[in-house]
């Protein structure tokens, strides 16, 4: 269980550093704190989730996706791809991101990519 203000420090993080995201993925969302937070800005954002807990969380500017988010996901771009502790998709962020030339922010836990 980690520290429920991390999702709030990261939002703020993202807001601050990337003015010009409007349209965000967010990888491995979980409860989808960090896509809430994000959206009640008036920012759009796009949650992937393998293993969703965001029941009765629906916000009219977050579209909810589930399943596996890698490289090669067939995702519409967006403006910037975030992931707070997104284990094995931190790699896989970094290389879509790289890939599509977008920024990226990322906090992970641990690192257990393919490459």
């Known amino acids: 269980m980690g520290d429920e203000r991390r999702g709030l420090v990261f939002a703020r993080f993202i807001v601050k550093n990337f003015p010009k995201a409007h349209n965000i993925l967010e990888v491995a969302s979980g409860k989808g704190q960090v896509a809430r937070r994000l959206a009640n ?3 759009s954002v796009t949650a992937i989730e393998a293993h969703p807990r965001l029941e009765g969380r629906a916000h009219k ?8 988010f890698t490289s090669e996901s067939d995702i519409q771009p967006p403006d910037l791809i975030v992931g707070m ?3 094995e998709s931190t790699s896989e962020i970094v290389m879509y991101a790289v890939k599509h030339s977008i920024p990226f922010a990322v906090v992970p836990c641990c690192v257990k990519g393919r490459h």
Do not use: N
């Open 41 to 43: 800005k008036k920012l």
């Open 85 to 87: 502790h997104p284990d």
């Open 61 to 68: 500017r977050i579209a909810y996706k589930k399943g596996w």
